[in-house]
């Protein structure tokens, strides 16, 4: 092998930057427990108001019930216009948090003393674990609970100046305390018997009437799946019932689960065609789900972008965890040009410990100072076009990215990453693996983006070559692990 290196740090990770902004999101579910009159007994219960609760006892059809919780989501999202609702994102992530570790015998985590507190208040802006026999901090000369924790005890702090305005509380902090029942039994009952018990519960009864933030809405607003997108025309609905469309197959279509935060997870479409063909004006599609319901829609104004090939139109579906199907028509000049569909799968978050986003391969990468956080193939304040070449110059770089969230920090508060790239010809690895340290820039707290190139140009040969890579955060040992195979050619 040359003795050029094959691999460049490039000035492109030094354009990574914090985006101010995180988009909307849609695609809510719709209901989560099997016995749908029995709604109101799952952690949802929790956010009903008084008078919601008044209306659920009112119904007596899962018909009136599955129509009386569409709206109660409704209710609670930011924008009601839109079909995905961040509010209950965030309700679900923290519903699914408990359940994973509060759970004790056959009690669910979610409706434990500390998955109410969790789903209601929110995690705990600072807490502490006492173990028995420690004495459990004082407060203005009053003892918290008991003077010696006979148990464990779990204490969790909330800063009022942190929460909601709608709680209009004062004070330096709230303060929750759980004792655990029993030894190793992980079921800890809050302790409601000391003052600042009850200013926490007082604080708390207050978030139900606080996240309601649209009570006058008395329907569900139709949904349209894109932002910033309105409601497709029949006769774009008629495209994407066709079946099929003039260019479909000059179509290449790069379809990646991407990242809007480290608790959402959007849907990122690429669509290319060659540069002969002609300038899509407008892009529609639906959202269903497996049940073949739609559950939303939307028509869009496209906005081509140059490739090495041709031009690009890019879309990106916030959607919650789940199974959906998406279909997409592209038109120009008032036909369809394009249709793509295809089932996809959101996997769900998690709220704690490290995770990757798949290696993303480019050719082509734009620096987008308005573009924000959860936009398609956008990776701090770049925007790649994803890679849909086979066969490429030898004098190419082709660039890698990807998204780490909650990586490991060192002793400095730095994460340390590695690319381990094993380069394979017939079959037959050539040399050793290739093992380097990967850069790495902070978007926001707990999202990291890293980025580097490899430089063709270094290969022994021209051919066909299959890359093997692997990305590991060395502190916390999580990785994740992508192939790509490309013919090399004398430029």
């Known amino acids: 092998m040359r003795s050029r290196s094959l691999f460049i740090v490039t000035s492109v990770i030094l354009a990574l930057a914090v985006v101010p902004g995180a988009m909307a999101q849609d695609e809510p579910e719709l209901v989560e427990t099997e016995n749908v009159l029995a709604w ?6 929790y956010l009903m108001t008084k008078d919601e609760q008044k209306e659920w006892k009112q119904l007596s059809t899962e018909a009136e019930a599955r129509d009386f919780i569409e709206l109660f989501w409704a209710r609670r999202n930011p924008d009601p216009t839109s079909a995905f609702n961040p509010f209950k994102a965030d309700f679900e992530n923290k519903v699914r948090y408990a359940d994973e570790q509060y759970t004790w015998e056959k009690k669910r985590g979610a409706l434990t003393d500390r998955g109410r507190v969790l789903i209601l208040m929110g995690a705990p802006h600072y807490s502490e674990n006492r173990f028995p026999t420690e004495t459990v901090e004082h407060i203005e000369d009053r003892a918290v609970g008991t003077d010696e924790v006979r148990a464990n005890a779990k204490l969790w702090y909330y800063d009022p100046q942190q929460l909601p305005e709608g709680f209009k509380l004062k ?74 469309a003039a260019l479909d197959d000059q179509l290449l279509v790069v379809a990646e689960v991407g990242v809007a935060d480290p608790g959402n997870r959007p849907f990122w479409l690429h669509l290319e065609l060659p540069a002969d063909a002609p300038v899509l004006d407008v892009l529609a599609g639906r959202v269903s789900g497996t049940d073949g319901v739609v559950g ?59 995770w990757m986003t798949p290696i993303m391969f480019s050719l082509s990468v734009v620096k987008e100072d308005e573009w924000q956080l959860g936009s398609p193939f956008g990776y701090g304040a770049l925007h790649l076009m994803p890679l849909t070449q086979t066969s490429l110059p ?40 290739l093992i380097i340290p990967l850069p790495t820039v902070a978007i926001v707290d707990g999202l990291y ?7 063709l140009a270094a290969l022994p040969q021209t051919g066909t070559y299959k890359f093997e890579f692997k990305v590991t955060d060395k502190i916390s040992e ?14």
């Open 478 to 491: 999580v990785s994740v692990e992508r192939d790509v195979e490309l013919d090399v050619t004398v430029e």
């Open 449 to 455: 983006v890293y980025a580097n190139s490899i430089n």
């Open 394 to 433: 030898s004098q190419t770089e082709l660039s890698y990215f990807g998204h780490v969230i909650r990586p490991g920090l060192n002793d400095a508060g730095e994460p340390e990453l590695e690319v381990r790239v094993t380069l394979k010809m017939d079959g037959q690895r050539l040399g050793r693996p």
């Open 171 to 244: 004070g330096s902090r709230l303060l929750f305390t759980f004792y655990e029942e029993k030894p190793e039994s992980n079921n800890f009952i809050l302790d409601r018997s000391h003052q600042n018990a009850t200013m926490a519960l007082r604080a708390m009864s207050k978030a139900p009437d606080v996240y309601l933030l649209n009570p006058d809405l008395t329907e569900v607003p139709k949904p349209v799946s894109i932002p910033g997108g309105e409601a497709p025309t029949a006769a774009q609905l008629a495209w994407l019932d066709a079946g099929s």
């Open 296 to 354: 939303s829609t939307f028509q869009i104004p496209a906005k081509a972008m140059a490739t090495t090939a041709g031009r690009a139109y890019h879309l990106t579906f916030p959607l919650n965890p789940g199974a959906y199907k998406i279909e997409v028509a592209g038109g120009a000049a008032g036909s369809a040009q394009v249709l793509w569909s295809d089932m996809v799968v959101i996997p769900p978050t998690s709220m704690e410990g490290t």
């Open 40 to 45: 109101d007994e799952s952690p949802a219960g």
